[in-house]
């Protein structure tokens, strides 16, 4: 949704196989631990529901080398709260909850890759068949991080990088995917992938899950994919010619103007004060204070763009 330009930024950087294999928490692979118990960390929708929304972001993880640091900012600033789940020989999966809801998950990423900030959001996209979606990603010259995983309670998860390098976690959920609610202020609204071919970009998504097409904007010629009758992610040109290619998620406030200043308060960063929208609302980039990066925006409307990212 953002539709703005943006001055030169620091580069974000990439993530290293061993980073994304503890975002899959297949932390016994890793450190050799065979009581670490992957089988604890819970399902994404505890509703009991039986759909399945192929193309929609359905969760959201945070890797971050400083967990307490992280803590503080997200829960002053969106009233987020914390639930440790233990998997066993000393290691544990943070949930994220917002008014009693799972909405994401936290790592600690300390002592990996200690000479490099890992710390960032990954989203988590919803497919019909993962193996056939890793298998899309192969042939498109992307790349696989780690290959179908099996989460008991969450289903078969893989890591990717898109052809052009941005990275997003694949989900055949084992259970229901969230359903379609529109988001209340404090969760995600949208997701976005920022691309120097978007072009390309689309026609790899809609290869991915083959539910999506694509639509434009009216106003601005905004281009997004569509699933089952509902938008779910952007697409557009990345504002710096330098940075990555990457996907990014906004959250949804009242006031960005007002949140980014909290940000700052609380040892966050602006990275873009915030501005009006042309579709809509007005919204602010910002860095946490472990350096991952999100955008807030207030939207006010109800259309069915509101329901693609919680």
């Known amino acids: 949704m953002m539709h703005v ?76 709260t914390f639930r440790d789940v233990d998997l066993g020989a000393g290691q544990s999966y943070t949930v994220i909850e917002h008014e009693g809801r799972g909405i994401g998950g936290l790592v600690d990423a300390r002592g990996m890759d200690a000479d490099v900030n890992v710390s960032r959001w990954i989203p988590v996209l919803s497919v019909a068949d993962v193996d056939a979606a890793v298998a899309t990603v192969r042939a498109a010259g992307g790349e696989v991080f780690q290959a179908p995983l099996d989460i008991p309670q969450r289903g078969h998860v893989a890591v990717i990088g898109d052809p052009q390098g941005a990275v997003v976690t694949l989900l055949e959920g ?14 995600w609204l949208w997701n976005e992938v920022w691309s120097a071919d978007p072009d390309a970009a689309l026609a790899f998504y809609r290869q991915l899950v083959p539910a999506f097409e694509t639509g434009t904007a009216a106003s601005g010629g905004y281009q997004y994919l569509v699933a089952d009758g509902q938008p779910r992610v952007g697409v557009r040109p990345k ?6 290619e990457t996907w990014m998620a906004y959250l949804r406030v ?28 007005e919204v602010a980039m910002l860095n946490d204070p472990t350096g991952a990066g999100f955008l807030v925006q207030s939207w006010d409307s109800v259309p069915n763009t509101d329901t693609s990212a919680r």
């Open 174 to 187: 084992r259970t229901a995917d969230p359903p379609d609610r529109p988001p209340s202020i404090g969760t």
């Open 254 to 281: 009242a006031d960005p103007s007002a949140t980014a200043a909290a940000a700052e308060r609380l040892g966050g960063r602006v990275l873009l004060a915030a501005r009006e929208n042309p579709l809509g609302g």
């Open 5 to 80: 330009r943006a001055s030169r930024r620091r580069r974000p950087i990439g993530l290293s196989v061993g980073v994304l294999v503890a975002l899959l928490a297949s932390v016994a692979a890793m450190s050799g631990c065979s009581t670490v118990d992957p089988a604890r960390i819970p399902p994404i929708d505890t509703a009991g529901g039986t759909t399945r929304l192929p193309g929609k972001v359905v969760w959201h993880d945070l890797l971050t080398k400083d967990p307490s640091a992280a803590r503080r900012f997200y829960g002053e600033l969106f009233g987020w």
């Open 239 to 244: 504002p710096v010619a330098d940075m990555k």
